[in-house]
């Protein structure tokens, strides 16, 4: 469905980026992975290029603009274009409002808000040169709802569906789809060591948290799986979902619905 396509996707050395790192791949596109991480980030090229795909791989800090630049340019530079990005790092911190530290505060919205800002910013020029582009911003259920002890990234979901309102209208005439995906819980690296955190602070296992936290939450009574953000991930840029713009697209088994 990729095929010729190439993607740039931040935050893709682990969880969620990873896995459309490698859907992207195995559906033909040429894949730019990046990630703050070096670590990561060189064992999933290792790991995608041992399966014979076209990847590559350019560390940069989402929170920085002329990172951010370069991501594209390299991205632009090593595969003659860039079709699709996927605005997807991010951290967590969870805490009451009066003890959150306001530099974490700045730093989640750098990352969350102002990465996806830049990255829209660089790859625009070249999408509208081409009348063509893909742009998914990962948002979250914690950008439609509020959630208490997220002050940060609450406030970066909420933003970042903004943006892309704002960016669908600024592409619509061409040929560019803006839209954010709204995921609930997902099992990734990131939520695991939300488990952690909750089981350490009420003294009971993981298992006791996914049962008598989680799934009291989520209709389905289960964490969604990365394969399931990266299939409709798939979908959003493909040219199935041409006219989809703008929109804040919710999977979250049911979360948000009661
Ligand atoms: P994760 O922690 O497993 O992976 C995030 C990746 O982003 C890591 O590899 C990390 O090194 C990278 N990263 C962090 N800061 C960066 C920076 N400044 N520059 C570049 N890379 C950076 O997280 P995940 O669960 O896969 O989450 C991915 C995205 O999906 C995030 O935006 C998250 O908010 C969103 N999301 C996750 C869930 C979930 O339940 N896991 C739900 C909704 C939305």
Known sequence: ???GKAALITGSGQGIGLEIAT???????????NDINEETLNKAIEELKSQGFTVDGVIA????????????????????RIDILVNNAGIQHVAPVEEFPSEKYS????????????GIKYAFPHMKEQGYGRILNM???????????????NSAKHGVIGLTKV????????????????????????????????????NIDKEQVLEEVIYPLV????????????????????????SITGQAAVIDGGYTVQ
Do not use: W
């Open 61 to 80: 800090n989402v929170a920085k603009e002329e990172d951010v630049k370069n991501a594209i340019e390299k991205t632009v530079e090593s595969f003659g």
């Open 107 to 118: 730093l989640i919205l750098d990352i969350m808000l102002k990465g996806p800002f830049y």
């Open 219 to 242: 209709p389905q009574k289960r964490l969604l799986q990365v394969q399931e953000i990266a299939d409709y991930s798939i979908f959003l840029v493909s040219e199935k979902a041409k």
């Open 139 to 153: 948002a979250s259920i914690n950008g439609l709802i509020g959630f208490a002890g997220k002050a940060g990234y």
């Open 1 to 3: 469905m990729l095929e």
């Open 23 to 33: 859907e992207f791949a195995k559906a033909g596109a040429k894949v730019m992975l």
């Open 167 to 202: 960016t669908a209208l600024e592409g619509a005439d061409h040929g560019i789809t803006v839209n954010a995906i709204c995921p609930g819980y997902v099992d990734t690296p990131l939520v695991q060591n939300q488990l952690e955190d909750i089981a350490k602070t009420r």
